[in-house]
Each structure stands twice: as C-alpha cells, then as structure tokens.
C-alpha cells in the first residue's frame, strides 16, 4: 500500500512510470479513482486559458507607500542633520570657552530644575483644585436633588388639600339637594304618595 | 526598449526605479490575477487581491535576496495574503454563496468553450473548502511538490497529502452528482 502511495505521488509530480507500475496503481481500485480525479484537474490546468487581466493602475501599488517613505526618509534627513550641528557646534567651539560653557550649562539645569519644581507644584495645585471641584459638584447635586424632592412633597400635599376642599364642597351641595328633595316629599298631599 | 534581465529589473526596483518596479508587474500580473480569481471566483475580488499583493510585494522587496527565483517569492507572498484575504472575507459572505458572473473581457466573449471550462473549474473550486483549493491549486496549477505545498503553507507533507486526497474524493462525489 505503501508503495501505492508512493508510486501516486511520483505519478502526480509528472515522473514517468512504468506500465507495470501503471498497471498496478489502475489495479488498485482506491487508486485507480484518485487516479482519474486528479487526472480530470490535470485536463483543467492544461486547458485552462488565462484571462487577460482588466486594466488597473499599477502606480497605486507605490503611490500607496511613497508617502510614508518620503516621511521616513524626512524624518532620518532631519535626525541626522541635527546631530551633525550639534557635533559641529560641539568640535568647532574654541577650547577656552569651556569653562564658561560648563558655568552656563550648571545654570541652565538649575533652571531647568527650578522650572521642573514649579511645574510639580503647580501640578499639585490643580489636582487639588480639580478634587474641590470635585466636592462642590457633589454637594451642588446633591442640594438639587433634596430641592426638588422637597419641592415636589409640596406640591402633593397642596394637591391633596385641593382634592379635600373640592370633595366637602361636593358633598354639601350633594346634602343640599337631598335635603331639598325631603322638603318636597313632605309637602305633597297624602293622595300622591304612591300606595303599595 | 532593450531587453532586461529579470535580475536587472529587481535590482533596479529594489533602488528604486518606478519604471523597473512597473515592467515586473506587467510581467507577473496576469499569473496573480489568474491565481487570484480561481481562488476568489469573484473579478472585483481577484482584483482586490492582486493590488494588495502587488503592494506587499513592493514593501518587501528591499528583503528578496534571490534565494529562491523572483517568481516562487512573490507566491509565496500570494499565498499569505489570499489566506488573509479569505479570512476578511468569510465574515462578509460564503464563498459559495457568491453568484456566478459572466466573464465580460472581449477575448473570451465569443469563446463559449472557454467560459464552459471556465465555470465548470468554478464551480469544481468552490466546492472544496478554502484550504483543499488552496492545496489544489497549487498542485495541479503552480506544479508544486508535496514538499513545496508543505513549505509554503506551513503544514506537513502528510498534512498537504491528505487535504489533496480528501479534494480528489469531494470531485468524485461533484462529478457523480453532475452525471446523475
């Protein structure tokens, strides 16, 4: 079976076989099938005719990257170029300025770190404030908050008392009426009155 | 106007030379885009890919130190961006969901032979999944061996063997079910 296999792929990277060897992968009924499947994609890839590819831009496959290669590129121009004038500056200074240069360099870090100290201290500051505002938002929220509640008790109460008041009006004007309808029943004479 | 080397063209591109840079892709785009569209079956797609690989291609062509020749280099950048392509794509829609398009280049038009062969090879191609085509492609259409196969998509030997295998038999069942 082993060597089934081997002679197949020999077969299907284009080696020429013997017909006794032909002979026994056709025999082979596993082999013979995958025989002529993969002959019918060899029949596909002899006949296949390329088609001809649409017309396309191909500037877009650089147009694409030249942009950001002209940045790189810039970019490294202008690194270099910096540190170039910063050794040029450096080599062509004149040896007896040296300790001059060294006094103003020792004042410059300390003005540096001076400026760096108030810059810490003026970070402080305005943590501390945001946190303060902070605060006062709270407390401004939370003062809304019971305003309104309160508010809004007072106008349910002021509702409920207007409900009261319109229900005892109601029910005085219903008494009167009844008592109305009472005056009439006992003045109308006796004949009237419906006998059971 | 005079002849260049395939040699000469890359060094040129590689320096820089838009011109050297455009006559290599004249020269391998129709390979791509045929790869492309058995791969894709979909034009607009093969399109898409050939652009990006033409443009992958370019970025990484100050790394090609001719170890192997210009050709198997750039496919093998084909086959890692078809398979990036394929994966952005599969979220969008099924391969096999996409509807068989009419070629429309003039030279085939009048060739109904061609086109048959054409959708019939489609149609084989998209019943396979993307990994047995891939296989499959490259076997019966780059000519590769089961060692190349293996290299270039980072599988094993036995691993490229038996995705073709499992190809040849999905294309029994398909011929069966065209025969009836």
Redesign the interface.
Known sequence: MANLEMLF?QW???KVLSDKQLQQLENDPEYA??MS??K???Q??R????????T?D?????S??SAVRVFSVAGAWAVAASVMICSLVFLLMPQQQAPELLDQVAKQTQLLESQQKQIDQLQKIITAQNELQQQHMYQLAKEAITTGRVERQEDINSLITYIKTQRAQDQAYLRMQLNDLAEQVQEQPMAAIAKN | MFFQSIETLIAKAQQGNKRAWLKLVKQHESQVYNYCLRMLSNPDDAMDLMQEVFISVYKSLPNFRGESSFSTWVFQIVHRRSVEYYRRRKHYQSLDDVPEQACEHSELEGNRVVQAQHQQLKSMLNKLPWEQRLVVELKFFQHCTFEEIAEQLDISTNTAKSRLYSALGKLKVHLEAVDG
């Open positions: 792929e299907l990277d284009g099938a995958l499947q993969a019918v994609w060899q596909h890839s006949d296949y005719k390329a088609v001809p590819v649409p396309w191909r500037q877009s496959t650089i694409q990257l």
